[in-house]
């Protein structure tokens, strides 16, 4: 049988967790920068291609 501590112990947890979600989520969507639609520079392996006067079409497979 378990003890009545064990149960309050799993609320806890239950409680801390979904508290720390909410919280991670309010916070996410109070940004003020998910309210503008400015493009970015492309990141990575495209940003790569395009500094070295690569067009898109040109990549495909070998």
């Known amino acids: 049988m378990r003890s009545r501590t064990g149960k ?16 991670a989520c309010w ?13 970015e520079e ?3 392996f495209l940003k790569n291609i395009r500094h070295r006067g690569a067009k898109p079409e040109d990549i495909g497979d070998a």
């Open 27 to 39: 916070r996410l969507l109070s940004r003020p920068d998910l309210d503008t639609d400015t493009p």
């Open 8 to 23: 309050m112990i799993d609320n806890f947890s239950l409680l801390l967790t979904h508290s720390l979600i909410l919280i």
């Open 42 to 44: 492309p990141r990575g």
